[in-house]
T-cell receptor
Framework: DQQVKQNSPSLSVQEGRISILNCDYTNSMFDYFLWYKKYPAEGPTFLISISSIKDKNEDGRFTVFLNKSAKHLSLHIVPSQPGDSAVYFCAASEGSQGNLIFGKGTKLSVKP | DAGITQSPRHKVTETGTPVTLRCHQTENHRYMYWYRQDPGHGLRLIHYSYGVKDTDKGEVSDGYSVSRSKTEDFLLTLESATSSQTSVYFC???????????FGPGTRLLVL
């Protein structure tokens, strides 16, 4: 049974608009959440993270929101740029050195 | 970028042959991981290491073994490759007490 779910395999957004990528989890013991971006033929690159003691973390155009009661997190990209086109993976861990559990990814396409 | 290299970057092999993939890091990080990425599955943990000679199984460890004789090197071995092990393999590293993992560029393995 999947503990981390990204229910949208793909998302298409116009350049300059907001991209919202969603992630749901089932394990209430998860206390650290990360987003990775992956371009074709490259390894995933770390984008942004959030601890369960927070409900929002911002880094430039990227903001991650965490709703613990709903076991839901989202990544907002504002404004979206064509270079943001990639596969985005949500990941979660339990404890300070828990292994990461990844979602299946969402492919974001930003149209010029 | 974290100093992580993987070799080889591409490999074609035949069913039944042994294959060893190498991950090398220059960051002196304690933790190292091997993942595989397959369509529809995201990233799945094969094995991980929490120190020299200290390793443990991940979610999809059957058919794989690992070794870590030095801090900087983590080897993944397929004793007898099968077609189901055709995949892209990623190595990752993380430091003490941090959940964030940094990934290598990947090895694309095709088992015929």
């Amino acid at each position: 049974d999947q503990q981390v779910k990204q229910n949208s395999p793909s998302l298409s957004v116009q350049e300059g608009r907001i991209s919202i990528l969603n992630c749901d989890y089932t394990n209430s013991m998860f206390d650290y959440f990360l987003w990775y971006k992956k371009y074709p033929a490259e390894g995933p690159t770390f984008l942004i993270s959030i601890s369960s003691i927070k409900d929002k973390n911002e880094d430039g155009r990227f903001t991650v929101f965490l709703n613990k009661s709903a076991k839901h997190l989202s990544l907002h990209i504002v404004p979206s740029q064509p270079g943001d086109s990639a596969v985005y993976f949500c990941a979660a861990s339990e404890g300070s050195q828990g292994n990461l559990i990844f979602g299946k990814g969402t492919k974001l396409s930003v149209k010029p | 970028d974290a100093g992580i290299t993987q070799s080889p970057r591409h490999k074609v092999t035949e069913t039944g042959t042994p294959v060893t993939l190498r991950c090398h890091q220059t960051e002196n990080h304690r933790y190292m991981y091997w993942y595989r990425q397959d369509p529809g599955h995201g990233l799945r943990l094969i094995h991980y290491s929490y120190g020299v000679k200290d390793t443990d199984k991940g979610e999809v460890s059957d058919g794989y073994s690992v070794s870590r004789s030095k801090t900087e090197d983590f080897l993944l071995t397929l004793e007898s490759a099968t077609s189901s092990q055709t995949s892209v393999y990623f190595c990752a590293i993380s430091g003490q007490g941090t959940e964030t993992q940094y990934f290598g560029p990947g090895t694309r393995l095709l088992v015929l």
